[in-house]
Nanobody, 116 residues
Framework: VQLQASGGGLVQAGESLKLSCAAS????????LAWYRQAPGQKRERVAR???????NYADSVKGRFTISRDSAENTVYLQMNSLKPEDTAVYYC???????????WGQGTQVTVSS
């Protein structure tokens, strides 16, 4: 099983980034997918989650700015991040958990840095 995250970078406040996470080795439709982030000295927090049928859930801090989506044909989950703020600076990780199971996997993380 591999989750390969990409798309991070350095942007200015107010700009956008789109993260991608390509999954291999799993039956994509049977997994809930999510993006987490961890800033220096902070606990890892869930940013957004999407179920196998497309139900989404967001942290209050990103509602209205971030959008999670999944492409079953590409086995990829995305995180569109708009109106970025310096407090969004963190390492972003993709995550997959099989439905009705404790079977879970983490991607390697991609750095997002937002300058003011």
């Amino acid at each position: 099983v591999q989750l390969q995250a990409s798309g991070g970078g350095l942007v200015q406040a107010g700009e956008s980034l789109k993260l991608s996470c390509a999954a291999s080795g799993i039956t994509f439709s049977r997994y809930q997918l999510a993006w987490y982030r961890q800033a220096p000295g902070q606990k890892r927090e869930r940013v957004a989650r999407i179920s196998g049928v497309g139900i989404t859930n967001y942290a209050d801090s990103v509602k209205g700015r971030f959008t999670i989506s999944r492409d079953s044909a590409e086995n990829t989950v995305y995180l569109q991040m708009n109106s970025l703020k310096p407090e969004d600076t963190a390492v972003y990780y993709c995550y997959a958990r099989r439905d009705f199971s404790s079977n879970e996997h983490w991607g390697q993380g991609t750095q997002v840095t937002v300058s003011s």
